[in-house]
Nanobody, 123 residues
Framework: EVQLQASGGGLVQAGGSLRLSCATSGFSFDDYAIAWFRQVPGKEREGISCIANSGGAPWYEDSVKGRFTISNDNGKNTVYLQMNSLKPEDTAVYYC????????????????WGKGTQVTVSS
């Protein structure tokens, strides 16, 4: 059974940093793409970063480029999202998602989702 567990959210002041973790189990980590999405109440879930564990450059949505960094630890089957220079508009529930193959920012491309972790950035 594919399982994803997102953690690391919290309350931080603008300009601060957080590192989210997505611990995974139940599948061949090296064959999957893992993406981070975020959602604000009343808005669509948006893809913000993705890494294909088989290789290739990571993806970033424009608003997080240069501030967020995605990485993976194949030994721990975990993907991280380092978030620096946080802004109030980064406030959202953050989710990790996984599926075979390549990256996508379409939510429908992912069959497995973890529960979200809340990130709140105060001004």
């Amino acid at each position: 059974e594919v399982q994803l567990q997102a953690s690391g959210g919290g309350l931080v002041q603008a300009g601060g940093s957080l590192r989210l973790s997505c611990a995974t189990s139940g599948f061949s980590f090296d064959d999957y793409a893992i993406a981070w999405f975020r959602q604000v109440p009343g808005k669509e879930r948006e893809g913000i970063s993705c890494i294909a564990n088989s290789g290739g450059a990571p993806w970033y949505e424009d608003s997080v480029k240069g501030r967020f960094t995605i990485s993976n630890d194949n030994g721990k089957n975990t993907v991280y999202l380092q978030m620096n220079s946080l802004k109030p508009e980064d406030t959202a529930v953050y989710y990790c998602a996984a599926d075979l193959g390549r990256c996508s920012f379409l939510g429908s491309a992912y069959r497995s989702w973890g529960k979200g972790t809340q990130v709140t950035v105060s001004s």
